[in-house]
């Protein structure tokens, strides 16, 4: 059983490395239960558990019940009656408050040019934390991109990503100087499995298509490929880099609330 000690420990470290868990809390009990009333418990995604709430059935149907609330990235209040629900010989009833513990979505603009130097402060100020990736030193440089807590100067060659985590919390922006660049990176992005959140690119129409078709070359599946937002940003007119930011952190905000995902047509 874990002390206050280490259980919040275990969070500040949990934090720090940037790792998703769930912290469950019994927040009520009424007759004989197995904790009392603040115990609590941390469970990661993989399975990893700090604290207890009470060992045997109640503890694997909050274990269980943590895994889903940190997929769906919402809390939820638990009731059992021990006996009837979960078969335990404690006669009682037990609440437990669960919450998912999410460290910040990362964004990673990959182009420090135009429409990366507009997005950055939007995207920052709604919350995501932003890495700037850019082959040219200067436009990756602390001055430009204040809001940023990464700013790397390296190759768009995916062989180059060592410092860079690629999952569900991941929102990728493509905006390279160039089609060659672009094209490079998401046919990388759109390869991963599991690959990022988010992955958007700046260009028309045409240029989507063209995209596709190498995706399709690749063996990428077509609901994949599908995923892919480019023209990215939501249809709102946007003709200058600023209002092109606004778009595309409209729809980066749209993703992470699981509303309706727009497809350009």
Do not use: N
Request: hydrophobic share 40%; charged share 20%; glycine share 10%.
């Amino acid at each position: 059983m874990a002390s206050e000690f280490e259980l919040f420990g275990t969070i500040t470290r949990w934090l720090e490395e940037g790792r998703s868990f769930a912290m469950a809390t019994v927040v009520k009990v009424s007759g004989s239960a197995p904790r009392h009333g603040g115990a609590r418990m941390l469970t990661r995604g993989d399975g990893v558990t700090c604290g207890t709430v009470g060992g045997g059935a109640l503890e694997q149907a909050v274990v269980a019940e943590s895994a889903a609330a940190l997929l769906e990235g919402e809390p939820r209040l638990l009731s059992y009656q021990l006996k009837t629900d979960l078969g335990m010989a404690c006669g009682g009833s037990t609440q437990v408050y669960v919450e998912p513990m999410l460290p910040p979505q990362r964004l990673y603009l990959f182009g420090g040019g135009h429409i990366g130097l507009a997005l950055a402060p939007i995207a920052a100020q709604v919350g995501f934390v932003v890495t700037v990736i850019d082959e040219r030193a200067e436009f990756a440089r602390p001055d430009r991109f204040p809001q940023a807590v990464g700013r790397l100067v390296q190759s768009y060659d995916p062989a180059h990503w060592e410092s860079l985590a690629f999952d569900q919390r991941t929102f990728c922006v493509v905006a390279t100087h160039g089609h060659g660049t672009d094209l490079t990176v998401v046919r990388a992005l759109m390869a991963m499995q599991p690959g990022p959140r988010y992955v958007g690119m700046i260009g028309s129409k045409t240029k989507r298509r063209a995209v596709e078709q190498a995706l399709e070359q690749d063996g990428v599946a077509p609901e994949r490929i599908a995923e892919l937002h480019t023209p990215m940003g939501l249809p709102v007119g946007a003709e200058t880099p600023s209002e092109i930011a606004v778009s595309i952190a409209a729809e980066l905000v749209q993703v992470l609330r699981h509303t309706s995902p727009r497809r350009p047509e």
